[in-house]
Nanobody, 127 residues
Framework: QVQLVESGGGSVQAGGSLRLSCQVS????????VGWFRQAPGKEREGIAC???????GYRDSVRGRFAISRDVDKNTVYVEISSLIPEDTGTYYC?????????????????????WGQGIQVAVSS
């Protein structure tokens, strides 16, 4: 079973930047894809960025250019850096793991493609 722990959230002002971290219990070289998801208040959880075992990345169109996903294989950690924060970035951020490649069939940013989830971390952006 893969465990994931998010860190780095908090309250920030619009225009600032933030880096979220996701510590994964297993080697990233054994996990097909790790994704970051966001759930804004009153809205459904949506995929925003992902990185696969080869280091290839994917982004939701609405965040492309402001979000950057990366990983440190030695630390089993996946990061997402968010720049030019806007109030609409407020929400709970989750990281998730797809060890077996389900996202290859269902889609890289689809909730159902991921089997393991972190507890989530809060990000609040004030204007």
């Amino acid at each position: 079973q893969v465990q994931l722990v998010e860190s780095g959230g908090g309250s920030v002002q619009a225009g600032g930047s933030l880096r979220l971290s996701c510590q994964v219990s297993h080697s990233l070289t054994t996990i097909h894809r790790v994704g970051w998801f966001r759930q804004a208040p009153g809205k459904e959880r949506e995929g925003i960025a992902c990185i696969d075992v080869n280091g290839d990345t994917g982004y939701r169109d609405s965040v492309r250019g402001r979000f950057a996903i990366s990983r440190d294989v030695d630390k089993n950690t996946v990061y997402v850096e968010i720049s030019s924060l806007i109030p609409e970035d407020t929400g709970t951020y989750y990281c998730a793991a797809d060890p077996g490649g389900r996202t290859a069939l269902l889609g890289a940013l689809v909730n159902d493609g991921y089997q393991y989830w972190g507890q989530g971390i809060q990000v609040a952006v004030s204007s």
